[in-house]
C-alpha cells in the first residue's frame, strides 16, 4: 500500500482511538508508517539489521507516548513519528551500536 494512501486512511478518529490505547487503531498506525520509518532508519543506519532495530525501538516509544501527543491531524502525526524514528536512528549511530555495512 503506498504511503499516501496509507497515511490518508488514518482519519482524526484512529488516531484518537490510538491516543487512548486502541490496539488496532495502534496497529493501523504501524501498517501505515511502517514503510516511511524503516526507509527513514535505513538512510540513516548503515545496515538493514539496524534499521529494523531503530523500527522497532521508534514504534514501541510511539505506543508508549502516543498518548502525550497533541495533534490530531495525520501530517502532524507523520512530522512526529520521523522525528522519533530519525533521533532513534541517530542514537544508535552515536553510541556506536551499528553492524559492518552491508557488503
Same mark, same amino acid.
Given at each position: 500500500?503506498?504511503e499516501?494512501?496509507a497515511v490518508s486512511?488514518?482519519?482524526d ?8 490505547g486502541d490496539?488496532n487503531a495502534?496497529e493501523? !498506525? ?6 516511511? +520509518?524503516?526507509s527513514?532508519?535505513?538512510?540513516i543506519?548503515r @545496515? &538493514?539489521e539496524d534499521a529494523?532495530? !531503530?523500527?522497532?525501538e521508534?514504534?514501541?516509544? +510511539?505506543?508508549?507516548?502516543i498518548g502525550?501527543f497533541?495533534? @490530531? &491531524?495525520?501530517?502532524s ?8 524514528a530519525a ?7 552515536r553510541r556506536?551500536?551499528?553492524r559492518d555495512?552491508?557488503e
Amino acid at each position: 500500500m503506498p504511503e499516501a494512501y496509507a497515511v490518508s486512511a488514518l482519519d482524526d478518529i484512529a488516531i484518537q482511538r490510538a491516543k487512548s490505547g486502541d490496539l488496532n487503531a495502534l496497529e493501523r !498506525v504501524y501498517r501505515a508508517y511502517e514503510a516511511t +520509518v524503516y526507509s527513514l532508519a535505513r538512510r540513516i543506519c548503515r @545496515t &538493514a539489521e539496524d534499521a529494523e532495530d !531503530v523500527m522497532q525501538e521508534t514504534f514501541l516509544e +510511539v505506543c508508549r507516548s502516543i498518548g502525550g501527543f497533541r495533534g @490530531t &491531524a495525520p501530517g502532524s502525526l507523520t512530522a512526529w513519528i520521523k522525528k522519533v524514528a530519525a533521533s532513534k536512528a541517530l542514537m544508535r549511530v552515536r553510541r556506536g551500536k551499528y553492524r559492518d555495512a552491508d557488503e
